[in-house]
């Protein structure tokens, strides 16, 4: 089974299939080595620059593609389905353009979009704190006006690509008084140069170490008195970073639920290989009725993530309110995906729990999906809040 690519545009088909050219190419062969070393994938990098996917989102006008969402996500099914961890490394990217294209002002979309989409700048979406997740209102680091500068300080925890990026879209607080709690929140873009070292009050230290999603960094970020001019509030005026950053995560679900197809569809075809070669009690174990069940319980999931997820892309595209579809999405795909990449291990019999083999990555890869971009509790939270909004009494 792969994804089919019907009911897209011939351009839609035309970069999906690109892209799953890549992955089978330049990523699959690579993936599990460089994941065992934990090695940031330096030549897979330059070629999504080469592919213009930094920029795929990102309108012609600022030197991108000008891609739609639904686009977008089948490519990251694609290159999660290769390695979870290079579709993490444009998420953020691709969620911090989406900010600017929504809420920067024009100077800010000059300023950054054209770097950004030719990769030479990368970004960063840093809100969780040490003590703040899921209650992201919880938040403590500070920023204080002084003259023409915010002066930072504070803490930030799980920094996905907070090492290499070189631009940070920082939620902050500018009210901490404020109630609720959400208008005295902004959004900083924080310029730092890409790599430990940093001036001025921000330190980053050593990158956290990982049960899965090697490869690419996640860090904290440490701000001690540190200064961001003015011009890079995003947007106009204080007080709408709680918004802004919601919005971006919203799109960023989309992406999640990408992640979750694509890694549940390379578990998926390493099991039906691996179930037609291993044989037990006389057959390939394809034959036995217990695996056949389990097959056709995975492709089944699989498919009907990947129906949630278009359809969460599809309304976003169109303009129109999303947030309950893109939870759903969010939601189901991580889920099953977690379920998927179980049975495909189970299939895989005790050869699943060797590091030679690719499902052993892919176990350990899946869990942070139910993680990332919001528990699974957040969303259900987010789903019930915008049915009971849509149906009221
Ligand atoms: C590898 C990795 C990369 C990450 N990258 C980024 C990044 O780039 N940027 C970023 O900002 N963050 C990032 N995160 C952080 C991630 O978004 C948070 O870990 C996540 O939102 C959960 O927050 P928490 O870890 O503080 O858990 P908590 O909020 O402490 O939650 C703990 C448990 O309580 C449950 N819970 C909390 N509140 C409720 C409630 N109201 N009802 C029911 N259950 C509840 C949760 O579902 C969870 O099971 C990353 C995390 C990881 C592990």
Not at 211 to 233: C, I, S, W
Not at 239 to 268: D, K, L
Not at 328 to 344: G, N, Q, R
Request: aromatic content about 6%; glycine content about 10%; charged content about 25%.
């Amino acid at each position: 089974m792969s994804i089919t690519l019907e009911g897209l545009t011939e351009e839609q088909r035309e970069v999906v299939s690109l892209v799953r050219q890549f992955t089978d190419e330049q990523i699959i062969p690579v993936a599990s080595e460089l994941e065992r070393d934990d090695i940031f994938p330096d030549q897979i990098v330059a070629g999504l620059k080469e592919l213009g996917l930094f920029g795929f989102t990102i309108p012609e006008e600022y030197g991108g593609l000008g891609l739609d969402l639904t686009t977008y996500a089948l490519c990251v099914v694609e290159l999660s389905r290769g390695w979870m961890s290079v579709s993490g490394i444009i998420n953020t990217h691709f969620i911090v353009a989406d900010m600017i294209m929504r809420d920067g002002t024009e100077e800010q979309k000059q300023r950054f979009l054209p770097r950004m989409a030719t990769g030479e700048m990368r970004c960063a979406f840093s809100m969780t704190e040490p003590e703040a997740g899921s209650d992201v209102q919880a938040i403590r680091t500070r920023a204080v006006r002084d003259g023409d500068g915010y002066v930072v300080n504070g803490q930030k925890m799980w920094v996905t690509n907070g090492l290499r990026s070189g631009l940070v879209a920082l939620l902050v607080k500018t009210d901490p008084e404020a109630k609720p709690a959400h208008r005295g929140m902004s959004c900083l873009l924080v310029e730092k140069q890409p790599g430990a070292a940093q001036d001025g009050g921000l330190t980053i230290p050593p990158q956290l170490g990982k049960l899965g999603y090697k490869g690419v960094e996640t860090t904290e970020l440490v701000f001690q008195d540190h200064r961001v001019p003015v011009a890079n509030l995003l947007g106009e005026g204080e007080g709408h970073g709680f918004q802004q950053m919601m919005s971006g995560i919203e799109v960023g679900r989309v992406n999640v639920a990408a992640r979750g197809v694509g890694v549940a569809q390379r578990a998926f075809e390493l099991a039906i290989r691996y179930a037609q070669e291993r044989e037990a009690f006389g057959k390939p174990i394809a034959k036995h009725q217990g695996i056949q069940f389990k097959l056709a319980e995975m492709a089944t999931k699989i498919e009907a993530s990947r129906l949630l997820m278009l359809s969460a892309a599809r309304k976003k595209d169109a303009g129109e309110r999303s947030d309950v579809e893109a939870g759903m999405a969010k939601l189901y795909a991580s889920e099953i995906c977690h379920e998927v990449v179980e049975d495909s291990f189970r299939i895989h019999g005790g050869y699943g729990y060797s590091k030679e083999y690719e499902i052993e990555r892919l176990y350990r890869d899946a869990p942070l999906l139910l993680i990332g971009e919001g528990t699974s509790e957040i969303q259900k939270l987010i789903i019930a809040r915008g049915l009971l909004a849509r149906n009221p009494l």
